[in-house]
């Protein structure tokens, strides 16, 4: 579990405007993942869905610290992620559902969809695959000369796959610009982390190929924010990767058909009542009379309007048709004399 800080923090310096966009930032999530929760009951999101309910402040803080041109890639529980960056709740409902709305054309579902407007490269189903593949996305970034940043999410699970150590080991031999973020949701799937690793820290790990890190309490987002903005400086002045990872808790199971018999409810519930992200900057906006009751009901209602309202887009939305099995399979803009060059 989660462990709480040995001292309460002072509370950063941080604004009104800032603690309501974080906050209706993390609502959104929640609020759509609960949504998500309900349409796959209903038997309208085939396949895997995998909720971020619990983690909102992971990809919130770290938005928080990126700029236009920064790239993201993560594993399946992913719908977080892309809202956070600012895709449409329209489109990614849409998409969940499989419907031709969606930024996949309804072909990618709830684990392989993008964005290349908002520089969103998956949802990746296979564990620890975006890794190296983010890796690149950095490496394509320095190869340009610009000072943008990618962030590469994977988990505690994935945290123990070869491929990722042989990325770090890449990574840092040249320099590239990447932020790691391991988002320590405490289960790999089912299996704790206490059982899966001897090591006292995943970001610790890094120190073998030369790569610095530390560990962040993922369930305040101004102390994700703060330690993202550190990584993010390190990485542009060009002084290669940095590891990040972010302690968090995931109140749902590991998808939609798993019942999460390995942990009690007296555990989750304890998360819930004494860690939540959403709660503690809610706690922020009230006592620093920021917000009051009735702002925070409202904001919660525009939320709630906003889900409803890309449920009822999914929904409406067609399937796509057959025709579609057949696009996006090959590259259609091959320069001339490209097909005989790699026949």
């Known amino acids: 579990m989660v462990r709480k800080p040995a001292a309460k923090q002072s509370t950063p310096n941080v604004s009104k405007d800032e603690l309501l966009r974080y906050y209706?930032?993390?609502?959104?999530?929640?609020?759509?993942?609960?949504?998500?929760?309900?349409?796959?009951?209903?038997?309208?999101?085939?396949?895997?869905?995998?909720?971020?309910?619990?983690?909102?402040?992971?990809?919130?803080?770290?938005?928080?610290?990126?700029?236009?041109?920064?790239?993201?890639?993560?594993?399946?529980?992913?719908?977080?992620?892309?809202?956070?960056?600012?895709?449409?709740?329209?489109?990614?409902?849409?998409?969940?559902?499989?419907?031709i709305g969606g930024y996949s054309k309804g072909k990618g579902g709830s684990m392989h969809m993008f964005s290349r407007e908002k520089h969103f490269y998956g949802g990746h189903g296979i564990v620890a695959a975006q890794v190296p593949l983010g890796a690149g996305l950095a490496f394509a970034d320095k190869y340009l000369g610009n000072d943008n940043v990618t962030f590469v999410y994977f988990g505690d699970g994935a945290a123990n796959q070869g491929q990722v150590y042989e990325t770090y080991n890449m990574a840092e031999l040249w320099d590239l610009p990447v932020v790691f973020v391991i988002e320590n949701n405490q289960y790999a799937m089912g299996t704790s982390v206490k059982r899966s690793t001897k090591s006292t820290t995943l970001y610790g790990r890094g120190e073998a190929f030369g790569i610095p890190g530390e560990q962040v309490d993922g369930m305040d987002v101004l102390a994700v924010k703060a330690a993202g903005e550190k990584a993010v400086a390190h990485c542009r002045a060009g002084k290669g990767p940095y590891i990040l990872e972010v302690m968090t808790y995931r109140y749902r199971g590991h998808s939609m058909s798993d019942p999460a018999k390995y942990r009690t409810r007296e555990e989750v519930q304890k998360m819930r009542d004494e860690r939540d992200a959403i709660e503690h900057v809610r706690d922020m906006l009230l006592t620093g009379q920021h917000a009051s009751e009735e702002d925070l009901k409202a904001i919660d209602k525009e939320i709630k309007d906003i889900v409803n309202d890309s449920a009822e887009f999914a929904k409406d939305s067609p399937e796509p048709p057959l025709d579609e099995l057949w696009t996006d399979i090959y590259a259609t803009d091959v320069p001339q004399g490209g097909a005989e060059q790699n026949a």
């Open 24 to 99: 209706r930032d993390m609502l959104l999530i929640r609020r759509f993942e609960e949504k998500a929760g309900q349409l796959y009951g209903m038997g309208l999101i085939g396949g895997f869905c995998h909720l971020y309910i619990g983690q909102e402040a992971v990809v919130v803080g770290l938005e928080a610290a990126a700029k236009d041109g920064d790239k993201r890639i993560t594993s399946y529980r992913d719908h977080g992620h892309m809202l956070a960056c600012g895709m449409d709740a329209r489109g990614v409902m849409a998409e969940l559902t499989g419907r």
